[in-house]
């Protein structure tokens, strides 16, 4: 799958592979029980998803996937496609901002 990676995931994997953010490390793609997320952090159990023009046709299959997920304790950081492409760096200010108000670190 990475090599089918839209253009919004490799703006933001270059933006965040490298530099830890807050700390934190992020894997790419990463399988969750039988889905698998754009991006997970294994420490805060985040999962960050871009949602693109594909996911306006599977908004119910996108909702259920959280939910279960979630039930997991799986929390989540959602990106429109078009953000990410305009501002890759400030959706890692976003995800900075997120990772400062939900731990201690």
Known sequence: ?????????????????????????FLRQKPLLNYIVDFYCPELNVAIEIDGSVHEYAEAKDQKRQKELEQHRVRFIRFLDHDIRKNPDGAVQVIEKWIKENTQK
Do not use: A, D, F
Not at 8 to 25: A, D, M, R
């Open 1 to 25: 799958m990475r090599n089918n990676s839209t253009l919004s995931e490799v703006l933001l994997w270059k933006c965040i592979q490298k530099k830890k953010v807050n700390g934190y490390t």
